[in-house]
């Protein structure tokens, strides 16, 4: 199957995201980046780097629990060899959750430090969330604060403001919009942000899309999909992605009248099913392949 076509998803409210976050930094002591962990290189917005400048940050591999753990610490790793701080989480399930405390800490602990000489120990900390649509901002907020105070909902572009949240005595937490840029230089970037629902599916072709992901699957982790729909290596091996889409259609009874193929409803099951891991945990991205990655 070609590529994914062109899509326009920088509306304009992403151009107005971008000046709030740039009028807020001169509040804030650090920046938490958080990234899809599933797609740590994809999920990391090249224009946020200008934008945040030269404040300290730290960055949160979210969604840990849907990713591959060893890739997890590889990703983590290699972070930490470029001189930035980082932890893996799950907001869902609150795993890795009492770290994002003490790694703030590392972050700020010259800024702490200088506090403490100047006699102002215990001065709150104040935080900035930054990340793309859908990445987990609010659900991670509200994990932090323990109750749901930030707006959630599973579709990106929720987050419509900058909100203040305390999390504790000492910490404040700034959340921001999700923000996506404008132009993909490796296309494979804005396909799998489509993959893990950053881009809207009602701007999105979900059947090319799903065709797209199962030979994305087929070719990196043949095993997902052939345990989940049932299929044989021979079925896929040569066959399109809108083939394999059918395949699965038809064996699991997804069949309209006449007995034809419901394909929109299997490419819903298919995306679905990768979104939410019941296909595995499977990391798209890979540390060895992007080792230039910049925060």
């Given at each position: 199957?070609?590529?994914?076509?062109?899509?326009?998803?920088?509306?304009?409210?992403?151009?107005?995201?971008?000046r709030?976050?740039?009028?807020?930094?001169?509040?804030?002591?650090?920046?938490?980046?958080?990234?899809?962990?599933?797609?740590?290189?994809?999920?990391?917005?090249?224009?946020?780097?200008?934008?945040?400048?030269?404040?300290?940050?730290?960055?949160?591999?979210?969604?840990?629990?849907?990713a591959?753990?060893?890739?997890?610490?590889?990703?983590?790793?290699?972070?930490?060899e470029?001189?930035?701080?980082?932890?893996a989480?799950?907001?869902?399930?609150?795993?890795?959750?009492?770290?994002?405390?003490p790694?703030?800490?590392?972050?700020?602990?010259?800024?702490?430090?200088?506090?403490?000489?100047?006699?102002?120990?215990?001065?709150?900390?104040?935080?900035?969330?930054?990340?793309?649509?859908?990445?987990?901002?609010?659900?991670?907020?509200?994990?932090?604060?323990?109750?749901?105070?930030?707006?959630v909902?599973?579709?990106?572009?929720?987050?419509?403001?900058?909100?203040?949240?305390?999390?504790?005595?000492?910490?404040?937490?700034?959340?921001?919009?999700?923000?996506?840029?404008?132009?993909?230089?490796?296309?494979?970037?804005?396909?799998?942000?489509?993959?893990?629902?950053?881009?809207?599916?009602?701007?999105?072709?979900?059947?090319?899309?799903?065709?797209r992901?199962?030979?994305?699957?087929?070719?990196?982790?043949?095993?997902?999909?052939?345990?989940?729909?049932?299929?044989?290596a021979?079925?896929?091996?040569?066959?399109?992605?809108?083939?394999?889409?059918?395949?699965?259609?038809?064996?699991?009874?997804?069949?309209?009248?006449?007995?034809?193929?419901?394909?929109?409803?299997?490419?819903?099951?298919?995306?679905?099913?990768?979104?939410?891991?019941?296909?595995?945990?499977?990391?798209?991205?890979?540390?060895?392949?992007h080792?230039?990655?910049?925060?």
């Open positions: 199957m070609e590529e994914l076509k062109s899509i326009q998803w920088f509306p304009g409210h992403m151009t107005k995201t971008k709030k976050i740039e009028s807020q930094l001169k509040l804030i002591d650090a920046v938490a980046v958080l990234l899809d962990a599933r797609v740590p290189y994809s999920s990391c917005n090249p224009d946020l780097r200008s934008v945040i400048n030269n404040k300290p940050r730290l960055v949160i591999l979210n969604k840990c629990d849907m591959d753990p060893a890739e997890t610490k590889r990703w983590l790793n290699l972070f930490r470029k001189g930035v701080t980082a932890t989480l799950d907001c869902r399930s609150g795993k890795g959750m009492n770290g994002f405390v790694a703030v800490r590392t972050v700020l602990s010259e800024k702490l430090e200088s506090w403490k000489n100047k006699g102002m120990a215990g001065r709150t900390i104040k935080v900035m969330v930054v990340g793309i649509p859908n990445v987990g901002k609010s659900s991670f907020i509200n994990r932090l604060v323990g109750q749901n105070r930030a707006k909902e599973d579709r990106p572009g929720v987050t419509r403001g900058n909100q203040w949240y305390t999390v504790s005595k000492g910490l404040d937490l700034l959340d921001t919009p999700g923000v996506l840029w404008p132009k993909f230089d490796d296309k494979t970037v804005g396909e799998k942000l489509a993959y893990i629902g950053s881009v809207k599916d009602d701007i999105l072709d979900t059947e090319h899309l799903a065709g992901l199962l030979e994305y699957l087929r070719d990196n982790f043949p095993e997902s999909i052939i345990a989940r729909y049932k299929l044989t021979d079925e896929i091996e040569n066959a399109q992605g809108y083939e394999i889409l059918e395949t699965v259609g038809r064996k699991r009874g997804m069949l309209v009248s006449g007995g034809e193929i419901n394909i929109e409803r299997a490419a819903a099951t298919v995306l679905d099913e990768f979104r939410n891991a019941t296909l595995g945990k499977i990391t798209l991205d890979r540390s060895a392949e080792t230039d990655i910049k925060i």
